[in-house]
């Protein structure tokens, strides 16, 4: 009987080591034949403005009706954010880890507003999407633009579920909108319909992407009353 309990063990160990071997050679047969224009070298924004990247996508008319509500401090608003685990005034380093479906960027605490944060602690700020390939060169998919690193930041970030088996702390943004500010009252404008053509190194000065002047100034309000609030 223990013969036979030995037997399949030690076929379910083969059919395990086969299974993990073959993923393991198509995994490094997908990275061969599929490439990702550079992406994989994208450690730093500076490394991001050294590259032909081009914007995805930016907020547009059919966004409108969702995003006015900021200036209502509706749900996804400046009262959504009060509620953050962490508040915090930082300053980016510029450093950045783009995953298969997530951007995080490393930042220095400088002051706690709330939350178990320390002054000069880096922690990593995470959201979805980031650089990706797209028919064959690298888009950015996010309308909240990547953090400028000569500028500093007010963020509104929740703590990782995963942050206790993990040695770094990561965070993840509160607001899709407003999940981090510029601290100098910054007005970003409104970008031109031919946006897709513009090189995202030209672009550090936009805090988000928007062709609809209803929510460049809808964000850019929220933006400020958040600062009032908050800073």
């Known amino acids: 009987m223990r013969t036979k309990e030995t037997g399949r063990n030690y076929v379910l160990l083969v059919v395990s080591c086969g299974c993990f071997l073959v993923a393991v050679v198509f995994g490094i047969i997908f990275r061969i034949i599929v490439p990702d224009c550079g992406v994989a070298q994208l450690h730093t924004i500076k490394d991001a403005y050294s590259r032909d990247i081009y914007l995805n996508y930016a907020w547009g008319e059919v966004d409108e009706a969702d995003i006015i509500a900021t200036k209502t401090s509706d749900n996804i608003g400046v009262d959504d954010i009060a509620l953050a685990d962490v508040i915090a005034i930082v300053s980016p380093t510029g450093k950045i880890e783009q995953t298969e479906g997530s951007l995080g ?5 400088n002051r706690a507003v709330k939350g178990e944060v320390t002054v000069g602690q880096k922690i990593y700020i995470y959201q ?7 028919d064959g060169h690298i888009e950015y998919m996010n309308t909240l633009n990547v953090m ?3 500028k500093e930041y007010i963020i509104f970030v929740d703590a990782s579920p995963l942050n206790e088996y993990q040695q770094k702390p990561v965070f993840i943004l509160k607001s899709k909108y407003l999940g981090y500010i510029r601290t100098d009252y910054h007005l970003t404008q409104t970008l031109g319909a031919d946006y897709y053509t513009i090189n995202f190194s030209t672009l550090s000065d936009y805090e988000f992407f928007s062709v609809s002047e209803k929510i460049t100034e809808a964000l850019n309000t929220a933006r400020h009353t958040a600062l009032d609030k908050f800073y």
Not at 128 to 134: E, I, K, L, Q, S
């Open 105 to 109: 960027q490393e930042v220095t605490i």
């Open 128 to 134: 979805y999407f980031g650089f990706r390939v797209v």
């Open 148 to 150: 400028n690193p000569s």
